[in-house]
């Protein structure tokens, strides 16, 4: 049974650039979260998707904005890069999204802004 | 919005030894606790969880605690090994959505 697959393993962009990422759910999960970890800290919150709707968002500016398609996979996109961009994006994903808890963690995309 | 805070930083013990760590959140509404082990360049791993209607919760060598009066969780390592060296993250939620994390624990089990 595969796990939360995440693509590209990692990415190096330069600052003003703009980047997607992408993030395929565990089989029959419907809601996938996006999380920055930087170096030394635990992951923050980004945006949480649920049957393709929004269903929460955290402090980050509207440089960065997701999407869920029809098969629940999901795209991160960060527009206007800056060096503090620089960080391990993770992506987790849960059964039903709202009262289902449990998340499970992709290995994340290294995006490194230079 | 919710925080949480998460202590100690680094916790070093011998092989064999016992290891708590211990977090703290601030919004009552929190009602859904995971734990987390994050090998160096690997994803957070599920350890353990506890929602707010179980006082304790066990698995093995691990445990979780939590004391909603007091808006705090621990979790509890027993006869630590090697292999349990890791960073340990707790993380607070309503039902799961928004996990807030806290700083991690760096935990280091010497043979």
């Known amino acids: 049974d595969a796990g939360v697959t995440q693509s590209p393993t990692h990415l190096i962009k330069t600052r003003g650039q703009h980047v997607t990422l992408r993030c395929s759910p565990i089989?029959?999960?419907?809601?996938v979260s996006w999380y920055q970890q930087v170096l030394g800290q635990g992951p923050q919150f980004i945006f949480q998707?649920?049957?393709?709707?929004?269903?929460g968002r955290g402090n980050f500016p509207d440089r960065f904005s997701a999407r869920q398609f029809p098969n629940y996979s999901s795209e991160l996109n960060v527009n206007a890069l800056l060096l503090g961009d620089s960080a391990l994006y993770l992506c987790?994903?849960?059964?039903?999204?709202?009262?289902?808890?449990?998340?499970?963690f992709g290995p994340g995309t290294r995006l490194t802004v230079l | 919005g919710e925080n949480v805070e998460q202590h100690p930083s680094t916790l070093s013990v011998q092989e064999g030894d016992s290891a708590v760590i211990k977090c703290t959140y601030s919004?009552?509404?929190?009602?859904?606790f995971p734990w987390y082990k994050q090998e160096l360049g690997k994803r957070p791993q599920l350890i353990i969880d506890?929602?707010?209607?179980?006082g304790e919760k066990k698995d093995q060598r691990i445990a979780v605690t939590l004391n909603k009066t007091a808006k705090h969780f621990s979790l509890h390592i027993t006869e630590t090994q090697p292999e349990d060296s890791a960073v340990y993250f707790c993380?607070?939620?309503?039902?799961?959505?928004?996990?807030?994390f806290g700083a991690g624990t760096i935990l280091r089990v010497k043979s």
């Open positions: 998707y649920y049957e393709k709707e929004e269903r």
């Open positions: 919004d009552s509404a929190s009602n859904y």
């Open positions: 993380a607070a939620s309503i039902y799961g959505n928004k996990l807030v």
């Open positions: 987790a994903s849960s059964l039903a999204g709202v009262y289902s808890d449990t998340q499970y």
């Open positions: 089989s029959g999960h419907k809601s």
């Open positions: 506890i929602r707010s209607n179980v």
